[in-house]
């Protein structure tokens, strides 16, 4: 069945450093875009960033942009978050999921992971 697994959160101060990771199994990784999304505790789940399927267009969030990095490597099955210059606004419950466009719509997503907790001390 179909498989998206997040790994890479932790706890990291202000100004710090993550790489989000997200595993895919059982479809043709390279069939789809795919996006990272993230939720606050309070908050909607809100998009982050998206990338397609053959990693040439990206999307980003206003607040990340130029901060974060979206990649790909579909040799490996892998989607990645590059977090840079995190702020406690960051913290978040991060998820990836599968689509057909590089877009952050919600409703769009076809699967889920379980998440990764990403938590910005100040």
């Known amino acids: 069945e179909v498989q998206l697994v997040e790994s890479g959160g932790g706890l990291v101060q202000t100004g710090g450093s993550l790489r989000l990771s997200c595993a895919a199994s059982g479809f043709r990784f390279d069939d789809y875009a795919m996006c990272w999304f993230r939720q606050a505790p309070g908050k909607e789940r809100e998009g982050v960033s998206c990338?397609?399927?053959?990693?040439?267009?990206?999307y980003y969030e206003d607040s990340v942009e130029g901060r974060f990095t979206i990649s790909r490597d579909n040799a490996k099955n892998t989607m990645y978050l590059q977090m840079n210059s995190l702020q406690p606004e960051d913290t978040a419950v991060y998820y990836c999921?599968?689509?057909?466009?590089?877009?952050?719509?919600?409703?769009?997503?076809?699967?889920w992971g379980k998440g990764t907790l990403v938590i910005v001390s100040s």
């Open positions: 999921a599968r689509t057909l466009l590089p877009l952050p719509d919600y409703d769009a997503m076809e699967y």
């Open positions: 990338i397609s399927n053959k990693g040439d267009r990206d």
